[in-house]
């Protein structure tokens, strides 16, 4: 047990991987995330020296990059007994990439086989490890949720998300046609090859309105503004929002990519 | 379109670009492709959930074709011996002009004037038909998807479907205005109708025919046979009733034993078409014995490395596995919204987005491996496993390593790295953009135009930023004892 372990009394100490994006263009996921991880049982702690997991450059195949980045996650976050992102996209990029891309540094190998061990998105976090099923909250909403390709594929995130927002109050999930395929964000592809990207997200929006939700729910913050950027620009009035908010109850606010009050 | 074989290559790094462009504008092709969805995925889906093992055969497969790789040379050469031992012969390719000018020779020696061919890829990735075209032999093709596209000039757009871009409106134009000799006005409305024309018109090649030739899907050191799949039986036809058989396939289609073909052939129509079993699985074993009553006087193998022995030393010795299904194309969103066609690549895809740089360079593929979301769809219904992804970013790290990408593109990735090493500075940035976007969104909160954002927001709005960023705001929390 780590010193800090000790010193949140048993409950296990959890570093939140902000993620870039929750950083820069929603604050409120984060917020959510510490509220459910801490409803859960987590004691939780934000280490200032995050900044990114590095999949920009892993995946335009700036390796060496990848790799500074990456051996930075590991000293940052490597204390803690778990590492918990909102998002499959980033956890995937630790738990399932780390090892591989760190795996002929003699100094980091090992470290980064421990860290990807204990790294999870949030929402199979709190089933998985913390058994935390059921939350107190309520969202008066017709939902679908998009499942994300990495954390679905890298990651098997698939029931967690759906069996706590079964606990959530008034809400009814409905499944769309092809929850499972891509909406088309896959990071720089989606300003690299925005034709197609484009393409992809309108097939998205199709099953999304087809389906007749008011609102569409989902575990990054990537796909999301995907998702929300199409449906804004075809003036659907459906909102879009990280899961995560909704099951901590802090949905109140505007929907990403929609109108809201100034100052 | 390009091909495999070098030469006049047009698959330079815009063209993909325009490729897809036109792809997504052109209606009747966008129109096909829903074909793709509503065909191959759900009946791969019903079929795999009708096999309970599948996974677990899916790596015995896996580990059959990893075994043989590990020991290519030994089983290539016991193969070699069975199929002499058999009767026929076998002929090594090292490259694309090598095995076109093996075939070539072999027709000539037989006096070919008319050659059948049942579906092949590595002829169409060696560029076969011209090659023998321009020598006066003329080539038919019999497969319906190959016919189609032989009398329409162009190439396959899919491995298994070469004719997925096509309606079958599309398909009676060319039927009225390539066979000729048939009467104006007739009814081309129905499929019925279609294949009846394409089976008359086949008859006749299939009866004329002095060589046939075709691909395989599997050979069998063990046996030194090769397995053919198809759904219309024009192979069968192709490779028994002319006098000389000759079988043109790449090196790593050889299998050790008949129990590992037949595990692999499990594999291969379930996650191709989604059947069970194709509709004829032919196997081939030298030319006829004395006695039988039909079968090819000569037997001919043609065994193309082209790039291969070189691969199986590489980082994309995996891609050696493929078994040429088709499930990575059926699956890809990005194949699903520009066709084939658009790749400017014989392989299109997923898989063809690894094999292309392999076989062609990677300076007449470069935006293949970087056409893609990383979705990872391609990876879990692949019945080999191949790490697709894994495989593409490995193409990105070289094409990086060369300096090849923009300078815009190299220059944005470098600065970004540089700050995100930094988290003061990281954060720094981060706390200045964030609320600016913000403020200029307004109450909006969204753009609908953004400078140096135009590849975004030429189609989509860009939700904007909250306002402060999640460090700023925690840091205020913590600072106030709020946490």
Not at chain 1, 234 to 261: F, Q, S, Y
Not at chain 2, 436 to 459: D, I, M, Y
């Amino acid at each position: 047990m780590t010193t800090e372990a000790a010193a949140t009394r048993g409950r296990p100490l959890v570093g939140l991987f902000v993620t870039c994006l929750v950083d820069l263009f929603r604050p409120s996921v984060g917020f959510a995330a510490i509220k459910l991880l801490e409803d859960a049982g987590a004691c939780v702690e934000v280490p200032e020296s995050q900044t990114c997991c590095g999949q920009p450059a892993y995946n335009s195949g700036d390796r060496g990059q990848a790799k500074a980045i990456a051996r930075r996650v590991v000293e940052s976050f490597e204390r803690f007994d778990y590492v918990v992102a909102p998002s499959g996209s980033c956890a995937g990029m630790l738990k399932a990439h780390y090892p591989e891309l760190l795996a002929d540094d003699p100094s980091f190998a090992a470290r980064a086989r421990a860290l990807a061990a204990k790294s999870y998105e949030l929402t199979s976090f709190l089933v998985e490890v913390l058994h935390f099923a059921a939350v107190d909250a309520s969202f008066a909403a017709s939902v679908t949720y998009h499942d994300s390709c990495s954390g679905l594929r890298e990651l098997k995130v698939r029931d967690a998300p759906r069996r706590l927002l079964a606990s959530v109050a008034d809400l009814t999930l409905t499944e769309m046609e092809e929850t499972e395929v891509c909406c088309g964000f896959g990071g720089a592809f989606s300003v690299k090859y925005p034709d197609i990207a484009n393409a992809i997200v309108e097939a998205k929006a199709r099953n999304i309105v087809k389906s007749g939700v008011n609102c569409v729910l989902a575990g990054d913050l990537g796909c999301l503004l995907h998702i929300a950027g199409k449906l804004a620009r075809e003036d659907r009035a459906i909102e879009c929002r990280h899961v995560a908010e909704v099951l901590a109850g802090m949905a109140e606010g505007p929907a990403i990519g929609h109108a809201r009050k100034i100052g | 379109m390009s091909r495999m074989s070098g030469g006049s290559d047009d698959a330079s790094p815009q063209s993909f670009k325009e490729g897809a462009s036109r792809a997504l504008a052109d209606a009747k092709l966008q129109r096909a492709l829903l074909n793709v969805k509503r065909g191959f995925i759900a009946k791969r889906a019903l079929a795999k959930s009708k096999l309970p093992e599948f996974d677990q055969l899916r790596d015995e497969g896996r580990a059959i074709k990893d075994h043989t790789l590990a020991h290519l040379d030994l089983y290539l050469e016991a193969y070699e011996r069975k199929v002499i031992g058999c009767g026929g012969s076998v002929h090594f390719a090292p490259s694309a002009a090598d095995a076109r000018d093996i075939v070539l020779r072999l027709c000539q020696d037989a006096g070919a004037h008319l050659v059948t061919k049942g579906k092949s890829m590595v002829s169409e990735e060696i560029g076969l038909n011209p090659h023998l075209e321009a020598a006066g032999v003329e080539v038919a093709e019999t497969d319906l998807g190959e016919h189609i596209i032989q009398i329409r000039g162009e190439g396959p757009s899919h491995i298994i479907a070469p004719v997925i871009h096509l309606n079958k409106e599309d398909i009676a134009e060319d039927f009225a205005r390539a066979h000729r000799g048939l009467p104006q006005g007739r009814s081309l409305a129905t499929v019925q109708d279609l294949v009846a024309e394409a089976r008359a018109v086949l008859r006749e090649k299939f009866l004329g025919a002095d060589v046939g030739i075709t691909g395989a899907n599997l050979l069998i050191a063990e046996t030194g046979s090769s397995v053919i799949v198809t759904n219309e039986g024009n192979g069968d036809l192709t490779q028994t009733l002319p006098r000389m058989h000759i079988v043109i396939a790449s090196i790593e289609k050889i299998v050790p034993t008949l129990e590992d073909a037949c595990t692999i052939l499990r594999l291969l129509a379930r996650s191709g078409t989604g059947q069970e079993i194709t509709t004829y699985t032919t196997f081939a074993t030298g030319p006829a014995r004395a006695g039988d009553s039909d079968g090819p006087r000569q037997y001919h193998v043609v065994l193309l490395d082209n790039g291969r022995s070189e691969m199986l030393g590489s980082e994309f010795r995996d891609m050696l596995r493929c078994i040429r299904c088709g499930a990575c194309l059926n699956h890809c969103p990005v194949y699903g919204a520009i066709g084939g066609h658009a790749y400017g690549s014989l392989y299109p895809g997923p898989m063809g987005a690894v094999l292309t740089p392999a076989l062609a360079g990677i300076d007449h593929a470069r935006d293949l491996p970087s056409a893609s979301s990383f979705c990872g769809r391609c990876e879990e219904v692949c019945p080999m496993a191949i790490p697709l992804p894994s495989l593409m970013r490995k193409w990105r790290e070289r094409d990086f390593e060369r300096g090849d990408p923009p300078l815009a593109q190299r220059l944005a990735l470098k600065l970004w790295a540089f700050a995100a090493k930094r988290p003061r500075l990281y954060h720094g940035l981060g706390g200045v953009v964030a609320p600016l976007l913000a403020r200029l969104a307004g109450a909006q909160g969204r753009f609908r135009s953004l400078p140096f954002a135009g590849a975004w927001t030429g189609t989509r709005d860009l939700p904007a930023p909250e306002g402060k960023t999640f460090h700023e705001l925690y840091r205020e929390k913590t600072r106030s004892g709020m946490r």
